[in-house]
């Protein structure tokens, strides 16, 4: 039954990157378990968006274990398969890379990406900038804050057209909105 497998993928990967992300925490004041994000990018993308590919959901959950976690793109592929390990690592930086070539490389690659990966990126976006209107790191100011919410608009002019409700609650979550 491909319903009970797509559930069965689904709780593996969000159990894959529990476990990875066990020892991380949001830049918030209140240190948020890290694993809040990508389960909030899974829920935007199926609760919102009415995404049901489990694949792309798959891929929003584990979208940060290859760049914020010892996990190996290889390793990815032999739990998850090529077509998530390819969205994931879509939407990976380069960590070897300064922060200021990574950033431009998003806005670059955002128009090049697959309709997969543009759904991720887009919720991950929205997800960073609703957090960080509603708990941005202590010692994020207002000028530090409005750089990243206009990089992300910049990264975000890249995926549009994509899918247009997720567009407008980028949108909503630029101006501040929830």
Same mark, same amino acid.
């Given at each position: 039954?491909?319903?009970?497998?797509?559930?069965?993928?689904?709780?593996?990967?969000?159990?894959?990157?529990?476990?990875?992300?066990?020892?991380?925490?949001?830049?918030?004041?209140?240190?948020?378990?890290?694993?809040?994000?990508?389960?909030?990018?899974?829920?935007?993308?199926?609760?919102?968006?009415?995404?049901?590919?489990?694949?792309?959901?798959?891929?929003?959950?584990?979208?940060?274990?290859? &760049?914020?976690?010892?996990?190996?793109?290889?390793?990815?592929?032999?739990?998850?398969?090529?077509?998530?390990?390819?969205?994931?690592?879509?939407?990976?930086?380069?960590?070897?890379?300064?922060?200021?070539?990574?950033?431009?490389?998003?806005?670059?690659?955002?128009?090049?990406?697959? !309709?997969?990966?543009?759904?991720?990126?887009?919720?991950?976006?929205?997800?960073?900038? !609703?957090?960080?209107?509603?708990?941005?790191?202590?010692?994020?100011?207002?000028?530090?804050?409005?750089?990243?919410?206009?990089?992300?608009?910049?990264?975000?002019?890249?995926?549009?057209?994509?899918?247009?409700?997720?567009?407008?609650?980028? &949108? !909503?979550?630029?101006?501040?909105?929830?």
């Amino acid at each position: 039954m491909k319903a009970t497998s797509d559930i069965a993928l689904i709780l593996k990967a969000a159990s894959f990157a529990a476990h990875k992300h066990r020892d991380q925490r949001r830049k918030d004041a209140e240190a948020t378990p890290y694993i809040n994000h990508p389960l909030a990018l899974a829920s935007l993308l199926a609760d919102v968006a009415g995404i049901t590919d489990a694949e792309v959901l798959a891929a929003a959950l584990l979208h940060d274990t290859i &760049e914020d976690t010892l996990t190996t793109a290889d390793e990815l592929r032999a739990t998850f398969g090529e077509r998530i390990t390819s969205i994931v690592l879509e939407v990976t930086d380069d960590k070897s890379l300064p922060k200021a070539e990574r950033k431009k490389l998003q806005e670059v690659h955002a128009a090049h990406a697959s !309709r997969e990966a543009k759904l991720v990126k887009l919720a991950d976006k929205t997800c960073n900038l !609703r957090d960080l209107a509603a708990t941005p790191p202590p010692d994020w100011d207002l000028a530090r804050r409005r750089e990243y919410f206009d990089w992300a608009q910049r990264v975000v002019t890249g995926l549009r057209g994509t899918h247009a409700g997720l567009e407008a609650l980028f &949108e !909503r979550a630029a101006d501040g909105r929830p």
